[in-house]
Each structure stands twice: as structure tokens, then as C-alpha cells.
């Protein structure tokens, strides 16, 4: 079974800092990778999405990477802001037949302090 | 009204209450999911839905009770609830249910179960 942990689950960090969020799971046959980030009591809005050929994937001051071998997957956001203030979720998706194919973890709390 | 949506969106309820949550997908999917969000889990997957035909279930207990009455809605039947029953349920749709199709995910339901 595919486990999918994040670490730290909670960060703070002053504003203007760039700050990495790591994701690592154990079954490196994956189709993709994706990031989420949640706002508190609300639904998961896709941030970047890697496909397993890809290395990275960039949106604005976002920068995914996927590193297929090692298991693991960083999420890179540059000059927070308070507005990225957020729960950040990393899900791997399995290459398997069937529908439970979406492995989620529990995500990083972050706080960006003004 | 795009993409995925739910209500409602906040559900208080005791436990010998019926209730019926609700979604609805506006992107022509044929796939839909019911997922369950703890404090401090991941994702949990609950239902799959393709086509209206229901192909998984996740050891989910009975007294939750899918319904997919055609593509574009799905239903989440609710009755003799726990405590711990309590989480958000996030609904999501797919073009089809396999590991190439993105998940796009509804606002959420928080119910709380007294």
C-alpha cells in the first residue's frame, strides 16, 4: 500500500522568506504527483501537478520537484506572503488497475507571520 | 456554477438524524468520489462512482449510504451517526476512473455529529 508522509506538519516563517515543503512515499510507482494547498474548512485547490516523466513543474512563485527514485516530492514557494497561510497536501497517484489509486498525506500547516 | 460543488456546506446533526449530503459536477466527468477529511488523517476514500455504478467501497460503514443517480450528481445518505463520524467530506470528479485522470474537488461538507 502506498504511504504518503509529510514533514514538518506544522511551519512558521516571517514573510519575504522562501521556505520547502517535503512529501516522501514509499511505492515509487506512481503516475503523478500533485500538491494542494486548503484553506482552513474548505476544499483542495490543485496547485501543480508532476507527471512521473517530469522533474518539475513551475507556477509563479511556485516550483514542484518529483524525484521518482528516492521517493519524494519538495514543494518551493519564494517571498511568502501571509496570503499563502495554508494547509499545503501532497498525493501521489498509484499506476494500478482500480479505483483507490490517490494516496494522500496529512499535509504541512503553514503560517506565513506579517 | 462551475466545477464541483456541495452543500451544504456546514452540517450539525445528533445521532439518530437522517441527513443527505450533496454534489454535484459540472465538467462532464463520468467519475465521482466521496472522500472523508479527520483531524490529523489523510484522505480517506469512502465511494467511486463511474458511469452511476458504484465500483468501490472503502470498508465504509453502513450507515453511510451512496447514491449516484446520474453523472453529473452524487449523494452521501447519512443516518445513526457516531461522534467520530464527524470530519469534512470532500467530493471529487474525474473524467474516468483510472490513474490518468486529474481529481477535481468540491468546497467540502463540515459535519459535526452531537
Known amino acids: 500500500k502506498q504511504e504518503v508522509t509529510q514533514i514538518p506538519a506544522a511551519l512558521s516563517v516571517p514573510e519575504g522568506e522562501n521556505l520547502v515543503l517535503n512529501c516522501s512515499f514509499t511505492d515509487s510507482a506512481i503516475y503523478n504527483l500533485q500538491w494542494f494547498r486548503q484553506d482552513p474548512g474548505k476544499g483542495l485547490t490543485s496547485l501543480l501537478l508532476?507527471?512521473?516523466?517530469?522533474r518539475e513543474q513551475t507556477s509563479g512563485r511556485l516550483n514542484a520537484s518529483l524525484d521518482k527514485s528516492s521517493g519524494r516530492s519538495t514543494l518551493y514557494i519564494a517571498a511568502s506572503q501571509p496570503g499563502d497561510s495554508a494547509t499545503y497536501l501532497c498525493a501521489a497517484k498509484r499506476v494500478q488497475t482500480g479505483a483507490n489509486n490517490l494516496f494522500f498525506g496529512t499535509g504541512t500547516r503553514l503560517t506565513v507571520i506579517p | 456554477e462551475t466545477g464541483v460543488t456541495q452543500t451544504p456546506r456546514h452540517l450539525v446533526m445528533g445521532m439518530t438524524n437522517k441527513k443527505s449530503l450533496k454534489c454535484e459536477q459540472h465538467?462532464?466527468?463520468?467519475?465521482m468520489y466521496w472522500y472523508k477529511q479527520s483531524a490529523k488523517k489523510p484522505l480517506e476514500l469512502m465511494f467511486v462512482?463511474?458511469?452511476?455504478?458504484?465500483?468501490e467501497n472503502n470498508s465504509v460503514p453502513s450507515r453511510f449510504s451512496p447514491e449516484c443517480p446520474n453523472s453529473s450528481h452524487l449523494f452521501l445518505h447519512l443516518h445513526t451517526l457516531q461522534p467520530e463520524d464527524s470530519a469534512l467530506y470532500l467530493c471529487?470528479?474525474?473524467?474516468?476512473?483510472?490513474?490518468?485522470?486529474?481529481?477535481?474537488f468540491g468546497p467540502g461538507t463540515r459535519l459535526t455529529v452531537l
Open positions: 462512482y463511474s458511469l452511476e455504478e458504484r465500483v
Open positions: 465538467l462532464g466527468h463520468n467519475a
Open positions: 471529487a470528479s474525474s473524467q474516468r476512473v483510472n490513474s490518468y485522470n486529474e481529481q477535481f
Open positions: 508532476i507527471q512521473s516523466s517530469q
